[in-house]
Structure formats: structure tokens, C-alpha cells
């Protein structure tokens, strides 16, 4: 550890806490030391916590203690994470018509600040935080997960993601607590072929030991680098979430920045919930700040390894308690055991939203994870999105790299046609456009697959909502 990190552990970070109220640090501190517990004492603490927000809920969350009441439940009946099966899944529908049934009545409106996330096709989902979730829960988890990938608190990192306050600069105004943590935000926004000269500058210039951002955005990012001759910092902990990280994704980032990437799993309403140690295997699962479950369809549990839609109960937000909240996104739990020795369980590293499958006019569904598009592209493409705009017509825009092979589109649109025709056994037409870049989403991601198609692959969020 630096000598200036030392500082910022030692006295600026404790300082912080201080004047805001919060206890990040004594949080951090617990979490260094009970992230090596064996596995069912990390759970007990998981359990007990369960317990304490269930208990909240009913007292305090009209929503839940309505749903309690009507499936003739009491904070008793969720004693452990197999019983939350009793309770329904909260979709963001639910979160979107009850949100104000959702707030609990014991924290004061005027210290609850909203947030958002855009959503795939463009609907923004607006949620609630208390302070202590974020400052305290949320940054301490941020803290432990930075020091997996061998960086700590006080070292110079970069944030390229969305920022609160949206406007034209490319790095919004620091405050003073961002200055003194080394703290250089982006906005994901502006990260746009105009812009990508001065955000190399930046990196040049800031030299950061961690940079924080969605595969799509820095891999544009290196990509501009690597083709514009420009030299690159090594950048040791490069920090991927939000989107899935694809094989030529990963070649590119680690041939520029000089390091393989580390994934994590989180999302702007949850913040941070597994991410990968030293090892860069599994995501270890912050056990203590949240329950994950994994089911099928019908929201029954499906076992270790195989992949189902994930419910997430976050046990620290007590301002709109989320519990069994479906982000849409499909993942898998791992009953193995990472060689770190942390007790953290695990779950793969390969996450897909629920609406990443292709369909096919007999009604199958193919995972867009199981369609080997980028062998198909040229090597020096690293932008493109596949589009199902209904069952029998795909669109394929893909930006032409500036320098190297540019894309044949009639070669493309025939082997492309070719792969889906074989992998959907059907007959769907491919459009091929090149285009100047990739639309960003509400949340500033490039997906690499959007479906236009109605989401019919949760009926549980509607089907279940009254039973018992
Ligand atoms: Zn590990």
C-alpha cells in the first residue's frame, strides 16, 4: 500500500465517516475480516440481517405488509433464504406502479435520493436509497471488491459510467472528496468517436491503477489507442460490469491495457454485488449485503450450475426494501469453492439479460451467448448489434474500424443468414448496415444484442401475483 493510501485509510476515509454520519470504514474493516469466515458463519450474519429487514418491511413498507397479509404470513415465516419462496417476485413493473408503497414510512422522504436505470429497450426505472446504503453498505463493498484486484483506496482510478448530473463536459466538476480519493469521473455519455482523443489524453495523463466501466465503452476506448499509435499506461485492475464481456472484448482490452479484465455483477440500483478475486474465476457473492437466488420460469430454485433468472434480495436499503427483485438478468451459482479461501460462495462470471434470446417462429429460443457472431466479423471490428425486430428479420449494424479490414456486407449477410437459419431452423431474412456507431441505451450501453420481441420469458411475474 502507498504511502498516500495509507493516509486516506488512516485518516481521510475515517475523517469522511465523521463529518457524514456514515461508517464505510468500520464496514470495510468487518468485511476484510469476515470475507475469510468459513462459509455458514458468513451465512448466520446473512441470515440475521434477513430476518431484521424482513421485520422492517412488514412494520414499515405498506407494500410488503400488505403482501404478508395476504398470503397469511408474518416477519416469522421468513426465518432463512429458503423461505423467501413464500413471498412474490418484485419485477420493474412492481417497482414502477407501487413505488411509493414501496418506501418505508420510518425514514424521512427528504433522506431517500432516487436514482435510475435505463432499461434495454428504453424504459427507465426510478428507485429509492438511504444514505447509509449507499455511503456506507454500498462503498464498503466497492472498497473490498477494489482491493481483490490489488488496488486500494487513495490510488488514482478512473469511473467511466453514468453520472448524476448530465451535461455536455466529458468529466463532470470533482468535488473535494473526489479529489483527495483520486477519484476522475467520466461520463458515459460522452463517450463518442468525438470525444475518445481527449478521454486517451486523460488516461495518459491520470495514469490510473483501476478504471471502471462497461466492456463496450472501453473497449471503443482502447481501440482508438490501438489504432492511433498511442501509447497506454499499464492499468492493472481494468473493472468490467453491466454488459457481458465478449471474447474479442477481452483480447483487446488486455492487449492494450496490459491486464486481463475483472468482471463484476452489479447494477445501478443493487451498486456492486460478486465480483472476482486474484484468482479471475468465479464472482464471489457479497453473502452479507444480499440473498441470490437462481429459477427457473415458473420462479421455482434451479441447482448450482445450471443458469436461471436471478432474484436478488438487497438486505441493507431499509428506505424501499427490494426483496426477490428480478433485474432480468439469467445467471448460474457454482458449488465449487475458489482457491482465494474466502468463504464468499460463487457464481459464474457469464451473466445475460432475460431478453439476450433470439426466437425463432416455431418458438424456440436460442441464447444470443450461443450464436458464434465475431468469428463471423472481421478481426478489427469491435462494434456491432444484432437486432431482432420481429420473428423472421434481423438487422446487423456493425461500425467499420478505421483502420484495418473493413467488413464485406454481402459476405456477411449470407454467412449470418446462414448461422441463424441453422441455429433457429427457420428462414429469417438478415439486413447488413454499416453504420458510424453504435446507439447507446438510456445507461450509456452498446448491447450487443436487443430483441424487439414481447418478454414472455418471466410468466411468473404475472402469473403468481394473489397465491397463496
Ligand atoms: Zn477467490
Given at each position: 500500500m502507498s504511502t498516500y493510501s495509507a493516509v486516506v485509510r488512516r485518516f481521510l476515509a475515517p475523517g469522511f465517516d465523521l463529518v457524514r454520519g456514515t461508517g464505510t470504514m468500520s464496514r470495510l474493516g468487518h468485511l476484510e475480516r469476515s470475507q475469510w469466515w468459513p462459509r455458514d458463519r458468513i451465512e448466520d450474519q446473512q441470515a440475521t440481517h434477513l430476518r431484521a429487514l424482513v421485520q422492517h418491511a412488514y412494520d414499515h413498507v405498506p407494500y410488503y405488509r400488505r403482501v404478508f397479509d395476504e398470503r397469511g404470513l408474518s416477519p416469522d415465516s421468513i426465518q432463512t433464504p429458503e423461505d423467501l419462496?413464500?413471498?412474490?417476485?418484485?419485477?420493474?413493473?412492481?417497482?414502477?406502479?407501487?413505488?411509493?408503497?414501496?418506501?418505508?414510512?420510518?425514514?424521512?422522504?427528504?433522506?431517500?435520493?432516487?436514482?435510475?436505470?435505463?432499461?434495454?429497450?428504453?424504459?427507465?426505472?426510478?428507485?429509492?436509497?438511504?444514505?447509509?446504503?449507499?455511503?456506507?453498505?454500498?462503498?464498503?463493498?466497492?472498497?473490498?471488491?477494489?482491493?481483490?484486484?490489488?488496488?486500494?483506496?487513495?490510488?488514482?482510478?478512473?469511473?467511466?459510467?453514468?453520472?448524476?448530473?448530465?451535461?455536455?463536459?466529458?468529466?463532470?466538476?470533482?468535488?473535494?472528496?473526489?479529489?483527495?480519493?483520486?477519484?476522475?469521473?467520466?461520463?458515459?455519455?460522452?463517450?463518442?468517436?468525438?470525444?475518445?482523443?481527449?478521454?486517451?489524453?486523460?488516461?495518459?495523463?491520470?495514469?490510473?491503477?483501476?478504471v471502471h466501466s462497461y466492456p463496450s465503452t472501453l473497449v471503443l476506448i482502447a481501440a482508438f489507442m490501438r489504432h492511433g499509435g498511442l501509447s497506454c499506461p499499464r492499468i492493472p485492475s481494468v473493472c468490467v460490469a453491466g454488459e457481458r464481456l465478449s471474447e474479442r472484448q477481452e483480447h483487446i482490452l488486455t492487449e492494450v491495457f496490459g491486464s486481463v479484465p475483472f468482471i463484476r455483477y452489479g447494477s445501478n440500483e443493487l451498486h456492486e454485488v460478486a465480483g472476482q478475486c486474484e484468482v479471475r474465476d468465479g464472482l464471489h457473492i457479497l453473502t452479507e449485503d444480499f440473498i441470490i437466488e437462481v429459477v427457473d420460469s415458473e420462479a421455482n430454485p434451479v441447482p448450482p450450475g445450471t443458469p436461471g433468472h436471478l432474484l436478488i434480495t438487497s438486505l441493507h436499503n431499509y428506505g424501499q426494501p427490494f426483496i426477490r427483485y428480478a433485474p432480468g438478468d439469467i445467471g448460474t451459482l457454482r458449488s465449487d469453492v475458489c482457491p482465494c479461501g474466502r468463504g464468499l460462495p460463487l457464481m459464474s462470471p457469464l451473466v445475460w439479460r432475460t431478453r439476450e434470446y433470439l426466437r425463432s417462429a416455431s418458438g424456440e429460443r436460442v441464447a444470443a451467448t450461443d450464436i458464434p457472431l465475431e468469428p463471423l466479423l472481421p478481426d478489427s471490428v469491435v462494434q456491432y448489434q444484432l437486432v431482432q425486430e420481429s420473428l423472421d428479420r434481423f438487422l446487423l449494424t456493425v461500425v467499420p474500424p478505421t483502420s484495418g479490414q473493413s467488413p464485406d456486407c454481402m459476405y456477411l449477410q449470407q454467412r449470418v443468414s446462414d448461422l441463424l437459419n441453422t441455429r433457429l431452423r427457420g428462414n429469417v431474412q438478415v439486413e447488413v448496415r454499416l453504420v458510424k456507431e453504435i446507439e447507446m441505451n438510456l445507461s450509456g450501453k452498446r448491447l450487443s444484442f436487443i430483441s424487439h420481441l414481447e418478454d414472455q420469458q418471466m410468466p411468473f411475474l404475472t402469473g403468481q401475483r394473489g397465491k397463496p
Open positions: 419462496r413464500r413471498l412474490p417476485v418484485l419485477s420493474k413493473d412492481d417497482i414502477r406502479r407501487h413505488s411509493n408503497e414501496l418506501m418505508s414510512d420510518a425514514v424521512p422522504r427528504d433522506q431517500l435520493r432516487a436514482g435510475w436505470s435505463g432499461g434495454t429497450t428504453g424504459e427507465r426505472l426510478t428507485f429509492y436509497s438511504t444514505r447509509q446504503e449507499r455511503l456506507t453498505y454500498a462503498y464498503a463493498r466497492w472498497a473490498l471488491t477494489l482491493e481483490w484486484t490489488g488496488v486500494h483506496l487513495g490510488e488514482a482510478h478512473m469511473s467511466i459510467r453514468q453520472q448524476r448530473t448530465v451535461g455536455t463536459a466529458i468529466t463532470p466538476p470533482p468535488r473535494l472528496s473526489h479529489r483527495l480519493q483520486r477519484l476522475t469521473r467520466v461520463d458515459v455519455m460522452s463517450v463518442r468517436q468525438e470525444n475518445l482523443e481527449a478521454i486517451a489524453r486523460l488516461l495518459q495523463q491520470i495514469r490510473p491503477r483501476t
